[in-house]
């Protein structure tokens, strides 16, 4: 026969239901939470690595404009730091490639936007390249751009 004191602790082997979904309970709190913080982290960080890579032109484009004269035309784009341009007089100024691989696509999977611009207070010959974003809509909010004036 058992006494008492070995009975009860027999009895007492497991967790209770309550215990164990209070314990699921919070797991699932705290799951949220770690998740809600990765979303956004990653967004921040979609968003950091569209401005890094856009300043990364501007040394090719400086390049390119020291050479040539001017930088490239917006219909030429950002290709022209890759192919030379097909106006003769520009390609024997012309000393790239200016950029060794292939231009990136932005974090989102589209194209970088590029257009020779000039600033719309001194008139100064620059250029401007936007990504669009993560909504994909041009001129929006979440635009990243960098112009050169």
Sequence with gaps: MLTRSRQR???????TLMEVLLVMAILVILGS?????????LATSKEDAAKTQLQ??????????MHVGQFPSSESG???LR???ADGNLQQKWRGPYLQKSIPTD????????????DPQTNRSGYRIWSV????????DDDITVTSY
């Design 9 to 15: 602790k027999n009895d007492r082997l497991g967790f």
């Design 33 to 41: 939470i770690v998740v809600a913080s990765f979303t956004d982290i």
């Design 56 to 65: 990364m032109f501007e040394l090719p484009l400086n390049n390119y404009q």
């Design 78 to 80: 950002l290709e022209a």
């Design 83 to 85: 192919t030379a341009p």
């Design 107 to 118: 974090p989102w999977g589209n194209p970088y936007n590029y257009e020779r611009a000039n």
């Design 133 to 140: 974003g993560a909504d994909m809509s041009a001129d929006t």
